[in-house]
């Protein structure tokens, strides 16, 4: 009896024991919702002129107030120390070094308070604010003397009349005036309603004083602003054209004098010619463009050309690949470039016969929820280039190199990694079905993943569609890795990074054979034998919340899906998004009225009496870009048909800022995650709710449809 009851004891013992060291609340070491609050990136790195230090802006969220914040920090090129700058309330943009690299300008939002251009001097410590403003300027360049600042800032127009309201008795309560649009562009996806007034041009003391204006005129300047070398103009880029409204791509350089605003154009071609910046003896003028070719997909590239304009010669027409970015050498006899290489964002050196030489690859951007492509970068005057970088398990972080010797100089979510047991991505052959072009590919694994096991298998697909995902942290894609499910994610012809040829293989046609390039994605995922094919699922979002749409019109082998922000019906698409003078003459060629069976037929609506798959539709109800209208139209013909659906209306969230606030970019993949869940089946256990509608509606959308593949 004394030996049974000493083993009941140990056995109660030992089950205190580990209740003790693991208890309920214990920290996961899986990735979880609650984990985006804890993450950190850098944005905005900007190298002091002498490459000694590199300033930046480290941006995180605030758990109480659900929202981004972020601090300038400064950090040491060779010792890797860091320093705060300025880390108030709210938030940091626009960094610029004086050309003597003794102070930094900055913008600072605080949030309800108005934003202020700030410098800093750095010896002392000590800010001021150099400009009384009301709204927030933009692209800060300093004068080559160090005493001036040009900025862009927008500037207040009267809104527009029609009639008028009788006269209001004192003290009456009466309904808000009429709201009287006549602008072509009256609202834009993350801005809403636009306040009627331009962007145009100023210059400020950099030691304080009233802001000179000096641009005017019913037209929008853009930066960057670069000076010329001997200070008398400013170089901007906009649409001064009588006709600028309705012509989204015809940018032009313009020259302004900074004694009496004089303007004068230096480009005429068709096409956008943007941020122009003179080299650093004046006598060349870099800039960013392209002949307007009306394609869907068009690559900026890399001109140069005198300073009064003449000689404009492409460096770039050999590359291949769409520049982002351009930053004269100190020497003037070259320029650092930044564009996307088959998913990889790099940095070149470019000579000015157009001889390119690498420099940096690895560029990670500041987008966290899914993979795209992206980055910064910046150059000191003796050639170190600081830029952001990134894995498929970590954001983005601080990286100089120099010489050709490259070294990562911040390491910001070590401590919230430390324990956590995060997907792993690795590369996926992949051919197209469809003409076995290769198809870059990607998955990420569950943590602690056994290949001998089965895993459900998400298909998560890329927006834009001229856009690129790449081996990149997404917290999406680790949310539903750390769920148990493996993501298989791709970059189908019409992604960006791989040539214009392959972009423009949906030219005017699509969706289309990207259908063809993601499910063979999906394929090749099946091939490596770990993959459970009866248990898929697809979700993307934007355009990737077009193509979810689509290939669940088009094929019932997933067992459910979700579409976010999609675009559904092309006709009201076009004429309710805030691109409308974009979308309808690039990726259409007409207006709706006059080709309707081309929108039509690449309508995701037109394939919806086919549909059977279990389909969560997502959308913010601030979303100018793929109005809610269209997934409500999504959402209804599902209800009617009877096909299992719910409608997520995400509050105050844009299109570019569905994810935006840490709490709801968890919650969705969240729900996106529980409607998986609930029609994911399970060994010996059926899905619940299985039954694709019901039967009368499966043998009408049989009727119906007959076979997809037939019909497209």
Known sequence: MRRVFSQVVLTMLS???????????????????????????????????????????RVGYDLMGDHARSAIWLVDVITGAQTPVANAPGTFSALAWSPDGKRL?????????????????????ETARVADLTDAPGDLSWSPDGRSIAFTDFTPDEKAKLGAAPAKPEGAEWA?????????????????????????????????????????????????LSWSADGRFIYMSGNRTENWRLEPLHSQVYQVAVADGAITALTSRAGPKDAPSVSPDGLHIAYLGFDDHLLSYQEAHLYVMDHDGRNS???????????????????????????????????ARVQLDGHIEPVAQGLAGAGLDRPYTGGAFTVAANGTVAFTSGTGNRPSE???????????????????FADKTLGKVEPLPVQSSFDHHPIDAWLVLPPKFDPAKKYP???????????????????????????????????????TSYGEAFANLIHHDYPSHDYDDLVSAVDAAIARGFIDAQNLFVTGGSGGGVLTAWIVGRSDRFRAAATQKPVI??????????VYTFMPKYWFGKPPWEDPDAYWKHSPLS????????????????????????????????????????????????????????????????????WFDRYRAMPGKAASGLGRGDAAEATSAAAICGSREARM
């Not at 709201?179 to 400020?204: C, Q, S």
């Not at 601080?398 to 919230?416: F, H, I, P, Y």
């Not at 092309?570 to 998004?577: A, D, F, G, K």
């Open 457 to 495: 298998l998400i298909l998560e697909i890329h927006g834009g569609p001229f856009a690129a995902y790449g081996s990149v942290f997404s917290t999406d894609d680790q949310l539903y890795a750390a769920a148990g499910y493996a993501v298989v994610y791709a970059n189908p012809r019409g992604s």
């Open 15 to 57: 089950m205190v024991s580990v209740s003790v060291a693991a208890p309920a609340d214990a920290p996961s070491r899986l990735f979880e919702g609650r984990d985006l609050f804890g993450l950190q990136w850098v944005t905005e790195p900007r190298i002091r002129p002498d490459g000694a230090a590199v300033a930046y802006v």
């Open 313 to 347: 010669r492409s460096l770039t027409d050999g590359l291949d690949r769409s520049i982002d970015k351009a930053i004269w050498a100190s020497d003037g006899r070259s320029l650092y470039i930044q564009y996307d290489d088959r998913s990889v964002t790099k940095v």
């Open 569 to 578: 019906n092309w006709t009201s698409e076009v004429l309710t998004t805030d």
């Open 398 to 416: 601080l990286s100089v190199v120099s010489r050709g010797r490259s070294k990562q100089l911040t390491r910001l979510n070590e401590d919230l």
């Open 176 to 224: 808000p005036a009429l709201g009287i649009i006549t602008d072509v562009t009256y609202r834009a996806d993350g801005a809403g309603y636009l306040k009627p007034g331009y962007t145009h041009a100023f210059v400020v003391s950099a030691e304080g004083g009233a802001p000179r204006q000096l641009s005017f005129g019913a037209f929008n300047e853009a930066g960057p």
């Open 607 to 674: 394939l919806v009496g086919c549909v059977s798959t279990p389909t969560l539709v997502i959308v913010g109800d601030q979303d100018f870009r793929t109005p809610v209208s269209d997934a409500e139209q999504y959402y209804q013909a599902l209800q009617l048909r009877r096909v299992p659906t719910a409608l997520v209306k995400v509050p105050g969230a844009s299109h570019g800022g569905l994810a935006a606030r840490p709490s709801q970019s968890a919650a969705k993949a969240s729900a996106i995650l529980a």
């Open 105 to 125: 300008a900055y913008v600072s939002n605080p949030g309800r308070e108005r934003p202020q251009l700030l410098v800093r001097w750095m010896a002392t410590g």
